[in-house]
């Protein structure tokens, strides 16, 4: 199965911006949904943005919508997460997450990358 890896997190002013990476490895990253997730501290793991096989839409959480974009790169085996305009409530880590697409049913993913941190100041 895939195995996931995230990159790019890092402490960020208010308004910053950053970009997370998602490496996918082990498997066609074609074969699986994909979205992010974060947790904060002592706050339950929320999911962030999705692509959503079941009606082709893109999932965006309402506290990100219009600030953060996915994007996938299914020949390079990467997803991405820009994030823009950052504020202090998007602290938090950030986990990669896959399901295989005829099981895909969000937020339930199955493979889960280790998380990469961001802080915002």
């Known amino acids: 199965h895939v195995q996931l890896v995230e990159s790019g997190g890092g402490s960020v002013q208010v308004g910053g911006s950053l970009t997370l990476s998602c490496v996918a490895s082990g498997d066609t990253i074609g074969r699986y949904c994909m979205g992010w997730f974060r947790q904060a501290p002592g706050k339950e793991r929320e999911g962030v943005a999705a692509?959503?096989?079941?009606?082709?839409?893109?999932y965006y959480a309402v506290s990100v919508k219009g600030r953060f974009a996915i994007s996938q790169d299914n020949a390079k085996k990467m997803l991405y997460l820009q994030m823009n305009n950052l504020m202090p409530e998007d602290t938090a880590t950030y986990y990669c997450?896959?399901?295989?697409?005829?099981?895909?049913?969000?937020?339930?993913?199955?493979?889960w990358g280790q998380g990469t941190q961001v802080t915002v100041s």
């Open positions: 997450a896959a399901e295989i697409f005829v099981d895909c049913e969000w937020p339930n993913y199955t493979y």
């Open positions: 692509f959503l096989p079941s009606d082709g839409s893109t």
